[in-house]
């Protein structure tokens, strides 16, 4: 059955087993685009980095609370736990095996909801809120470039809403570049991540205005394509161990995957955004929003 719920779909590439990704990923099974210091840097630093990044973006050395929607595997909640002390630590996921594995590791001071952020009411603001990899799954294929700017718009709303006056959102997606939906590779969309469709910056801008003031844009998808080439080379090592966990068409599917992956963030046909936003004061322009 092909997913058509963003639920669906996350499950669907998710949860193919934590075994699979711990032979490609690195050791804290982040799975997004890093931020490599240099062609030789290693896959760990740089995930790091990318991580350290993201929480220092959003003050998390001050923080008292920080939310990760898309948590993942816990990388982001596991440094704010341990190499913060953040006192209040909230994780959202759709992907049971990875609530699971959080679950049984349990990082002090760390909630893991599996839940769409949509349904997630929080007691209390934030201080910091990071979104790494989860913007994509927001939108649909079928959506008109009018309803996907009104899903953004309803995340971007609620993360004002969920932040403390002085917060921050640190926000980071793949998005179109030099393609139009249209160009996009059909294996992709309907064997690696159906049910979901990436936005174009135009889109981000127009959903957060007068909502969230942008306080910085960066374009790294160079730092993707090397990102999926290392995960590349890292399953084509251990193809014979994934091949026993998963089978070979699913070897091979991710083998393809990331290929394209890696050349189409070379072309510039898609690219990799890092964006920081904070809330404008309710008095602005748009705070009925």
Known sequence: MTPTTAAEAIRHHYDVGNAFYRLWLDPSLTYSCAMPAGPDDTLEAAQNRKIDYHLDAVGAARAR??????????????????????????????????????????????????????????????????????????ARPEDTPAEKIDRYREFFARARDWLTPGGTLSLQTIAYANMTPDQASAFIQQEIFPAADLPTLAEISAAAEGLLETRLVRNDRLDYAWTCQQWAHRLREHRGAATELVGPDVVARYERYLRQSALGFRMGKICLYRLVFRPYPRTYFGAGS
Do not use: K, M, N
């Open 65 to 138: 609370s920080v939310l990760d929607v898309g948590c993942g595997w816990g990388a982001v909640l596991r440094r704010l736990a341990h190499g913060h002390g953040v006192g209040r630590i909230v994780g959202l996921t759709l992907s049971d095996a990875q609530a699971a594995h959080l679950l049984a590791e349990r990082p002090p001071g760390v909630e893991v909801h599996t839940l769409d952020w949509r349904d997630y009411t929080p007691a209390e603001p934030f201080d910091g809120i990071v979104s790494i990899g989860a913007f994509e799954h927001f």
